[in-house]
């Protein structure tokens, strides 16, 4: 399976991604997951976020969230790009891409890889408004969606 | 040759609250997880320090997330991190 993951500032192109991915990873089915940086939280206009991560162990944590879509589904390639440092409303900020041979396996593969990244991958994101600036966590939300896709082993073994 | 430090780093929140990003701690021998809070409560004040005791704080050495007792050699790097969250 080939995959890829980047750690980057720099904002990219979801159609070169896609290009690249196609040209290395066969298969009849490609999903491509883009998030952007929201324009509001509740009732207040965001005026940008700032991601923070650890060099090296997020490329790590990342990469673990890769290798569990790869045992779960028969896939040919996973593309994951993800930004930090300061990003305004409406910026990209993280794009996953899975291709498989049948749509089933690259749809599931690309929300379970957004899901863990929501709660196991190693980023900090605080998020401003004209008034306020607040540190940014999982919500119960977040963790039950990562949470639907632990086995009953993987919980087990969770326990600490 | 491995070098007689510790280093220390603290990320995000824990960075704003601490005001400061890594420090290094001094040792020729592994001390434990409970001898660097010894060490960090006296570094720091105390209201900056009660910062690291959250319950939601997660501990990783060498890049790696820790689980109950470790030893924390010379040349490591131990790092304190708050609740993560990407996508």
């Known amino acids: 399976m080939y995959r890829s993951i980047s750690v980057q500032q720099a904002d990219f192109s979801s159609a070169e991604e896609l290009d690249n991915l196609r040209n290395r990873a066969r298969g009849g089915a490609v999903c491509l997951f883009s998030g952007i940086v929201r324009e509001h939280f509740q009732d207040n206009a965001v005026t940008g976020l700032i991601l923070e991560h650890y060099p090296g162990m997020t490329e790590k944590s990342i990469d673990s969230i890769v290798d569990q879509a790869a045992e779960r589904w028969e896939l040919s390639g996973i593309r994951v790009v993800h930004r930090v440092g300061q990003l305004a409303p409406g910026e990209q900020i993280v794009l996953v891409c899975c291709v498989s041979e049948h749509r089933r396996e690259a749809f599931a593969a690309c929300q379970f890889v957004m899901d863990l990244l929501k709660t196991d991958a190693v980023f ?10 607040r540190w940014i966590e999982s919500s119960s939300q977040d963790h039950s969606a990562a949470g639907r896709w632990r086995t009953a082993d993987d919980v087990k073994s969770d326990v600490s | 040759m491995r070098q007689p430090v510790i280093e220390v780093l603290f990320f995000a929140s824990l960075r704003e609250a601490l005001g400061c990003d890594r420090i290094s701690i001094e040792t ?41 007792v470790v030893r924390l050699n010379p040349g490591c790097e131990v790092a304190f991190l708050p609740p993560v969250t990407g996508g």
């Open chain 1, 124 to 133: 900090w994101k605080k998020e401003h408004t004209a008034s306020s600036e």
């Open chain 2, 28 to 68: 020729d021998t592994a001390i434990t997880l409970d001898q660097l809070h010894a060490e960090l409560k006296r570094r720091f004040p105390a209201e900056r320090y009660r910062t690291l005791l959250d319950n939601n704080i997660r501990v990783a050495v060498n890049q790696e997330l820790t689980t109950g």
